[in-house]
């Protein structure tokens, strides 16, 4: 969905998991600083650009101030590892029976074929199945922040 900022020490709670650990969440309402090393949740000033983002990225603007809610997209590692080792799992499952056909000098998996489709995307399309819905859903969640003053101050998870 194009350029965004990440919020970093986002304290909310994986919906799935239950992991509490701080995360990490993409927003589009702030100033695309694409070089910046992302805002600390509750202390950075973000320079907000509130008519940026996609339809549905902005929740709610209070008219004089840069006060609002926007929605962002949170990231669990956990859960993504947990996504992660199932790749590997069903990659090996199709290595041991032999289906992964690769060119001579294999860097990625991309290049190779498991029944004549692309590997990764019979993996991921795999992944799909058993999550029923996208394997990306399994480790990203929509949040709500709250910016106060320029601060992202409060964070909610949006039911999808
Ligand atoms: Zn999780």
Same mark, same amino acid.
């Given at each position: 969905m194009g350029m965004y900022d990440t919020l970093c020490e986002v304290p909310v709670k994986c919906p799935r998991c239950g992991d509490e650990s701080v995360k990490k969440v993409k927003i589009w309402n702030g100033p695309k600083d694409i070089f910046g090393e992302g805002f600390v949740f509750g202390?950075?000033?973000?320079?907000?650009?509130?008519?940026?983002?996609?339809?549905? $990225?902005?929740?709610?603007?209070?008219?004089? =101030?840069?006060?609002?809610? &926007? *929605?962002?997209?949170?990231?669990? $590692?956990?859960?993504?590892?947990?996504?992660? =080792?199932?790749?590997?799992? &069903? *990659?090996?499952?199709?290595e041991i029976a032999g289906k992964i056909k690769c060119p001579e000098h294999p860097s990625i998996l991309l290049a190779c074929k498991i029944d004549g489709e692309n590997a990764a995307w019979v993996i991921q399309n795999d992944l799909d199945k058993i999550y029923g819905g996208s394997y990306w859903d399994e480790s990203h969640f929509d949040v709500a922040i709250t910016i106060k003053d320029s601060v992202a101050v409060e964070v909610e998870v949006l039911k999808r």
């Open positions: 202390k950075d000033k973000i320079l907000m650009d509130w008519d940026s983002g996609y339809p549905g $990225s902005l929740i709610a603007k209070e008219e004089w =101030k840069d006060n609002g809610k &926007i *929605r962002g997209e949170a990231m669990c $590692s956990k859960c993504e590892d947990r996504v992660d =080792k199932k790749y590997e799992e &069903i *990659r090996e499952g199709y």
